[in-house]
């Protein structure tokens, strides 16, 4: 049954890492993949995760299967981040949310739960967005349109055409929206701009999907949920796919959760057991280890204020790395002005490079950066930024 099987092309992202970890060339540099490095191009643990293992560690009894939709503690602690403790959607029992295998877990319970329950909606992504979107949403079943979001000329986002593009959803289909922090491009809406598009939304009766996947490290934890916040006052139906990969460095540990939102009770019950049947179906229930470091976080005050701490490190160096870039390439003689780098959130920029300078930058200097030209600045170093700058100013 094998003998005809043809080899898939790799992932645009992790199979450049493939190829980047056969290169023999000893000054290499990965740009590409979305994961967090320190000042020494380590990815670290946080001192608040070793913590929380070791009591986890000391405290754990048994290995038992945890709940289709994971820990009730661990959902309801998740809640809490994303609408803050005071929240009326909390109080009224209108949020369901369930532990998921990360977020990209996160994000193919809600691509099933939709073709199953809504197979007629489709789903609308930015113009550009993740790369695996398409894949993750195509798999499950959606079509699959695109609005405009970027405009490479401005770099910046062009909201008057993304609001447009909006208006001619039709009632019942899906928009997908990052909720800060946008992969690839770092350019997010205000907290304005946010209420523009829930009232669009709203009136054309569409249903947003909001990928949460970077919170914390676009200004801080309650700062980055603004502006979900603000589309919640004007849709009461919505789907959060959150991610602790990065805020919490669990990358490995594959945590993330799903947490719908629904006019009342009674419809959030209805919801939650359907998603339950789409969990059943694909991967029975969730890993249990990430998602009992989270909750170990979160429920104790001490733990909880040290980690948004750490986050803010982590969310300082980025930054920091932004503006040395733009100072570095600048010192090397580059005319083109890159500033608006250092006003782009998060862990990614969208650089501008094209294709064939992305190319000799793998081809001739070891640098590995993804074709759309998104660089990862959380790989950026001190030690690797000369070399780094040098290499981007030979191929301007």
């Known amino acids: ?29 990965n740009l590409s993949v979305g994961v967090y490095k320190d000042a020494a ?7 608040t995760v070793k913590e929380a293992e070791r009591r986890l560690l ?21 809640q809490k981040l994303l609408f803050g403790a005071g929240s009326d959607v909390i109080a009224s029992k209108r949020a369901f949310t369930a532990h998921t295998p990360g977020g990209t877990g996160g994000l193919r319970v809600a691509g099933d739960y939709l073709h199953h329950l809504h197979s007629d909606s489709g789903i609308w992504v930015s113009d550009p967005t993740w790369a695996n979107h398409r894949g993750i949403f195509g798999a499950a079943g959606l079509g699959i349109m695109s609005y405009p979001y970027y405009n490479p000329a401005e770099h910046a986002i062009d909201f008057d055409a993304m609001l447009n593009a909006l208006k001619e959803v039709p009632a019942g289909d899906i928009v997908l929206l990052h909720g800060c922090c946008h992969n690839p491009t770092g350019q997010d809406p205000t907290v304005e701009q946010w209420g523009q598009i829930g009232q669009v939304l709203a009136e054309q009766g569409a249903l947003p999907l909001v990928d949460f996947a970077y919170q914390g490290f676009a200004e801080d934890i309650d700062g980055d949920a603004a502006g979900l916040r603000e589309l919640m006052k004007h849709v009461d139906e ?20 799903i947490t719908f939102v629904a006019r009342d009770a009674a419809q959030c019950t209805a919801v939650g057991s359907q998603v339950k049947v789409a969990i059943r179906r694909n991967y029975s229930n969730p890993p249990s280890h990430g998602g009992a470091i989270v909750a170990t976080i979160l429920g104790d005050d001490q733990l909880r204020k040290q980690w948004e701490g750490e986050v803010a490190v ?6 920091g790395m932004r503006q040395l870039f733009v100072d570095t390439l600048k010192a090397k003689g580059v005319d083109q002005d890159f500033s608006f780098i ?11 490079l094209s294709k064939e300078q992305v190319d000799e930058l793998r081809d001739k200097h070891a640098i590995y950066i993804v074709g759309s030209g998104r660089i990862n600045v959380a790989g950026m170093t001190e030690s690797n930024m000369d070399r780094l700058c040098t290499a981007i100013a030979a191929v301007l």
């Open 41 to 47: 191009g380590k990815t670290p643990i946080l001192a």
């Open 238 to 257: 919505l789907i959060i796919c959150s991610s602790f990969s990065k805020n919490f460095g669990l990358y490995c540990e594959r945590t993330g959760a």
């Open 1 to 29: 049954m094998f003998e005809h099987v043809q080899t898939a092309p790799p992932d645009p992202i992790l199979g450049l890492t493939e190829t980047f970890n056969a290169d023999t060339r000893s000054e290499k540099i």
């Open 314 to 319: 982590m969310r300082d160096r980025i930054n």
């Open 58 to 78: 000391e405290n754990e009894t048994s290995k038992g299967y945890k709940p289709i939709s994971g820990d009730p503690v661990y959902d309801a602690l998740v």
């Open 342 to 352: 250092t006003e782009q959130r998060g862990m990614f920029s969208f650089s501008g």
